[in-house]
């Protein structure tokens, strides 16, 4: 005879079935998904790896082509109201995260973000090899973005309005910034975990979710919130494109924050769903 579920971090003697304030239970089962080993050597063979890698390069390209070219335009204009302003910004982060993960979710998962990708790592989602290739194609994809901005705008006009690189804004401290990258990235990965996560579409079944739509909106609302700080990076290969294209002093000076920040966002963020919220269930024998 076998007991109620139980459930493993935390020792909850609650069934996990039904989470308060949500409509009817759903009986639907679920699979979980081996974790990903360390390394995996076999992908190196394999086409579909680099393919995933080629999705990711042109993906994060055409998201720093269109977000910066969408705040250089907020920064030549003479005044806000004549132009697209700070909302504009954020939906057009928002907005493109949101397009680009539709389109390359089923190709190489539509990361789009070192810090996602490592968020995802640490969960065991995907291995080592494939986490590494995944950032170094989205840092490229990123700095030749960057680049065709540039070139669009000429050396003059880019310089002038900062080219949309990542720095901590004047009356903040680098702890506010630090800070601000943090909970924006916390934000942001619990959202990709909630969002894809296989036990909550086999419980909540009845609710229709389409991910990428709240992966961009958080994108959209951490803008909002973050773009009078540091600009908003939260995304380690947006903010490395264009310091890199930009490459002027103040620009490097506050760099590492729109890596550590990420980073420890996106470690919190993984921790957070995988230990406390997406807890295991095993069932005991009598």
């Not at 004549?82 to 390359?104: E, H, K, N, P």
């Not at 961009?216 to 490395?240: E, K, Y």
């Not at 470690?267 to 295991?280: F, G």
Request: glycine share 10%; hydrophobic share 50%; with cysteine.
């Amino acid at each position: 005879m076998e007991k109620e579920e139980d459930v493993k971090v935390g020792a909850s003697k609650f069934s996990e079935r039904q989470a308060l304030g949500t409509a009817a239970q759903n009986d639907k089962d679920y699979k979980e998904v081996p974790a990903a080993p360390l390394f995996e050597p076999g992908e190196l063979k394999s086409w579909s790896f680099y393919r995933a890698g080629i999705a990711e390069f042109i993906a994060t390209f055409l998201f720093l082509y269109i977000t910066i070219l969408t705040v250089m335009g907020v920064n030549r204009s003479t005044s806000k109201c004549s132009s697209v302003g700070i909302q504009g910004i954020a939906w057009s982060f928002g907005g493109m995260i949101f397009a680009l993960v539709y389109c390359t979710a089923g190709i190489s998962g539509g990361h789009i973000n070192p810090a996602v990708t490592f968020g995802l790592f640490l969960a065991r989602k995907l291995s080592l090899t494939r986490a590494i290739f995944y950032i170094v194609m989205q840092c490229l994809g990123a700095i030749c973005g960057a680049g065709v901005v540039k070139g669009f705008e000429g050396n003059a006009r880019y310089e002038l309005f900062k080219g949309g690189a990542n720095f901590v804004n004047a009356g903040y401290t680098k702890g506010d910034g630090l800070g601000a990258e943090i909970v924006g990235t916390f934000v942001l990965v619990y959202t990709v975990f909630s969002a894809t996560d296989a036990k909550r579409n086999a419980r909540d079944s009845h609710v229709p979710l389409l991910a990428p739509l709240p992966i961009g909106f958080a994108v959209f609302l951490v803008h909002l919130a973050t773009i009078p700080i540091t600009g908003t990076g939260i995304n380690p290969a947006r903010s490395l494109g264009a310091a890199i294209i930009f490459n002027r002093d103040f620009a490097w000076d506050d760099h590492w924050i729109f890596w550590v920040g990420p980073f420890i966002g996106a470690a919190l963020a993984a921790m957070y769903h995988q230990i406390v919220i997406r807890a295991i269930p095993f069932k005991t024998r009598a």
